[in-house]
């Protein structure tokens, strides 16, 4: 990070500082007093459940240069020291703060946004596979697509980044315009439109408008510049541009272009003959610079799409539909398909049994395909953990049903956890009447009847595939890891 002066810090945000604290020098930012805090601003963040100007003090003594509080009367009285920097909003602080850096410090840096309903993680990072390929690109690292890691991140971009790719998540409206008004994205990805968060939303239409508001950026361009949207053509509500033009001029986006990728013939970027199985995918890619061989070794249907909208983005930025296969291939056979994706193949007790990791997150678009990945897995059995989909409103039921039906397709036995979880039974079983489920509460007591289950195939000379998934609240990873240990 570049040093910043306490009154450069405090005009990024607006806020008030004390006569003579303004040449005070703060050489980064922090949000956690149990972090190194030596010379940096420590932003007293407020949550639910905690107080950030209950460390002031703390941080402090630490070797903090400032605080930046939100207190109004333990700021005027001195509490939190004499270079204290006074703010309405300690978040909305935060963002300013790392908004206003980025427009000074890196002025001519190119961004792009990544967001969707599913797989914006991989995507993002075959993005940033593709575009450092030919630039000095960085990229939100792993659960840094909220309204802390994201800023965070662009306070700590290294001074020669050339390309940032900024992965956005979403809860609700207003959400993806505070990230959004960070980062300045000169173009965005909108991966897919699904169910997520519609506890929260109440509809996919709202989900989409929520989505779109990544296109506010279009509204900073000259006149004349359109803003730059990549979106999954078959997906239902984004394959209608003249819908996404409405929205975007809604949030100020007066000219958009609009990028498609996927299946569908009409497709910017588009797949055809494609072949997906346990090692990966193969395809042509029909798109405008011609037709070009893909071979990739990235398990999953689902990785066709995430390709293609990598392609696409690199296209944005000069790089070759060559160059960006040759870019995905790379990153795929040096990370084994595995790094910094959230889906993760481990193979344990010498090949005999196969995981796949998938225990971030869940949602009634993402458990089908991991499904299907399990399923083109060679094994005798396979069976899956699945735990809650958790904010899916009143159709939760529904859609954890025919998960159920789906993972009858895939799967000899199924292990759930958790309440909504128990509505899998229900799905599973009117496929498979006869096949064995079992249903617990916790973690722990399924790791424990998976392992029996395992142990007996095992000593039958029988080789098992695993899926283990739930939404990240369930804490799946928790019966990954135990695999792990027990068949290392």
């Known amino acids: 990070m570049y040093t910043l002066t306490v009154k450069e810090l405090a005009g990024f945000c607006g806020g008030k500082y004390r006569p003579g604290a303004g040449r005070r020098r703060v050489g980064s930012v922090v949000t956690d007093s149990r972090k190194p805090v030596k010379g940096g601003a420590f932003i007293a963040l407020k949550g639910e459940n905690f107080d950030g100007h209950n460390y002031v003090c703390a941080a402090l003594e630490a070797g903090a240069a400032c605080a930046v509080v939100s207190d109004a009367e333990g700021w005027e009285s001195g509490r939190f020291g004499e270079y204290a920097v006074f703010v309405g909003d300690t978040q909305k602080a935060l963002g300013d703060i790392a908004a206003g850096y980025l427009q000074k410090y890196f002025p001519k840096m190119r961004r792009i946004a990544v967001t969707g309903s599913v797989g914006k993680t991989t995507t993002k990072e075959l993005v940033h596979a593709v575009l450092a390929s030919g630039f000095r690109a960085e990229k939100t690292p792993l659960s840094h697509n909220n309204e802390i890691g994201l800023p965070m991140t662009s306070l700590s971009l290294p001074s020669d980044t050339e390309i940032f790719v900024a992965e956005m998540g979403m809860r609700g409206f207003g959400q993806i315009t505070y990230l959004e008004n960070i980062v300045h994205p000169e173009a965005a990805l909108i991966t897919t439109i699904g169910n997520a968060h519609l506890e929260l939303l109440g509809s996919r239409e ?183 989909m958790v904010e899916l409103g009143p159709d939760s039921p529904r859609f954890h049903f025919e998960v159920g039906r789906t993972a009858a397709t895939y799967c000899d036995r199924l292990f759930t956890v958790g309440e909504k979880a128990k509505k899998y039974v229900n799905g599973f079983k009117s496929v498979k009447r006869t096949a064995k489920t079992e249903s617990f509460g916790t973690t722990d007591e399924a790791f424990a009847s998976v392992r029996k289950y395992i142990d007996g195939e095992l000593s039958a000379g029988r080789t098992v595939a695993i899926l283990v998934k739930g939404s990240h609240i369930m804490h799946m990873g928790r019966i990954s890891q135990l695999l792990e240990e027990a068949y290392k």
Not at 209 to 221: D, F, N, P, Y
Not at 244 to 271: E, H, M, N, Q, V
Not at 333 to 346: A, C, D, F, P
């Open 206 to 388: 709202n989900i989409l408008k929520a989505k779109m508001e990544v296109c506010r950026g279009g509204a900073r361009l000259p006149r004349g510049k359109a803003f730059k949207l990549i979106v999954n053509g078959d997906n239902d509500m984004l394959k209608d541009k003249d819908r996404l033009r409405s929205i975007a001029a809604g949030y100020g986006c007066r000219k958009l272009d609009i990028i498609t990728f996927g299946l569908d013939p009409s497709s910017t970027f588009r797949a055809a003959e494609t072949v997906s199985g346990e090692h990966g995918i193969n395809y042509l890619l029909i798109c405008p610079e011609g037709n070009v061989h893909v071979d990739l070794p990235l398990p999953g249907e689902h990785n066709i799409y995430n390709s293609l909208a990598a392609i696409a983005a690199g296209s944005l930025f000069g790089i070759s539909a060559k160059q960006a296969v040759s870019a995905i291939r790379r990153y795929a056979e040096e990370s084994g398909g595995e790094k910094s994706v959230r889906q993760r193949k481990i193979t344990l007790a010498g090949g005999r049994i196969t995981v796949i990791d998938d225990a971030y997150n869940a949602g009634p678009e993402s458990m089908p395909a991991s499904l299907k990945v399990l399923g083109g897995i060679t094994a005798d059995r396979h069976i899956a953990a699945l735990a809650d």
